[in-house]
């Protein structure tokens, strides 16, 4: 499937961004190129469903798709509520994430740190989803079936790589990201006896940091439903069969003095402004109705 680009500056900047991005993208295309739980325990954890009527309470109109998850940290039982049909997505630039868990697992395997060439090219992809960092990173985990591999260890049940080089092309849910992010950042689910988190501490401490320090232009999405202390990942594509917007955004924000995994994923959007709004409106009214103890 044709696609155009991946990052998303903040509205002020998008103008100047868009045409680096295209050229991005088209190198891409030229290129081919949770928590520290079990991964059985995190693919079998109960999710509850939310609104029926989510994509339309948050203005999601016309083409225009919308699937939110929500994930309170800090309640016993840690079940994630989905808001909206859970179907697949494009996963854009929030792909990023799950490529830099793989490469770490990849090291971990190999009982080894990063290289500084790894560290550059994994700090320039997150912080700033930089498309050429990610097509050789993309490439140095084994391309979709190293994102696969690494996916089951991380208990990732419902994402499938993208065809050759485009990994903007991975198809994902948004349950399938909230257990990503229980890879990164759940540190109070218990592991079987005799087991260990796919991720060790070092790696989920880095990823946390780099989550946490996006470029300016990076940090909208989910962030809007939450104050300080987000750590998140952003995403977009056009794509030219349709010249509609996928706009994704994944992350750990703080709200009223909890701690949530938010991701949300939204397609047909007429515009990048338009998909923006749409996902930063649907983080609110899903954080705001987990925290309500609502569904």
Not at 58 to 83: K, N, S, W, Y
Not at 98 to 104: E, F, G, R, S
Not at 182 to 198: E, I, L, N
Request: charged share 20%; aromatic share 4%.
């Amino acid at each position: 499937m044709p696609f155009r680009s991946f990052l998303s500056p903040r509205p002020g900047k998008r103008a100047a961004a868009c045409g680096a991005l295209t050229v991005a993208a088209a190198t891409l295309l030229a290129s081919g190129a949770l928590a520290p739980a079990s991964a059985a325990a995190a693919t079998t954890s109960a999710t509850a469903a939310g609104p029926a009527d989510f994509p339309a309470s948050v203005g999601a109109h016309g083409e225009a798709r919308v699937t939110a998850a929500v994930l309170d940290l800090d309640l016993p039982g840690r079940t994630p509520t989905v808001f909206g049909e859970e179907t697949p997505y494009d996963t854009a630039s929030i792909i990023k994430v799950d490529i830099l868990a793989a490469l770490l697992l990849k090291a971990q395997d190999s009982g080894r740190a990063l290289t500084d060439g790894e560290r550059a090219q994994t700090k320039a992809m997150i912080e700033h989803s930089d498309n050429a960092a990610a097509n050789a990173l993309w490439r140095s985990i084994g391309l979709a079936p190293g994102l696969k591999a690494a996916n089951k260890r991380l208990g990732l049940t419902e994402t499938v790589g993208g065809p050759g080089g485009k990994w903007g092309l991975t198809r994902t849910t948004s349950a399938d990201q909230i257990r990503l992010l229980r890879a990164v950042f759940d540190t109070g689910q218990t592991t079987k006896p005799g087991s260990a988190p796919a991720l060790d501490a070092a790696s989920r401490a880095y990823i946390r940091s780099l989550m946490s320090n996006v470029a300016d232009d990076q940090s909208w999405g989910v962030s809007a439903a939450g104050g300080a202390g987000t750590a998140l990942k952003n995403g977009w594509l056009q794509r030219d069969t349709t010249d509609l917007w996928d706009v994704n955004s994944v992350g750990r924000i703080t709200a009223g003095g909890h701690h949530y995994l938010v991701a949300v994923l939204s397609d047909g959007n007429k515009t990048m402004k338009d998909g923006v709004s749409l996902v930063e409106r649907a983080a609110r009214t899903a954080v705001s109705t987990a925290a309500a103890g609502g569904s």
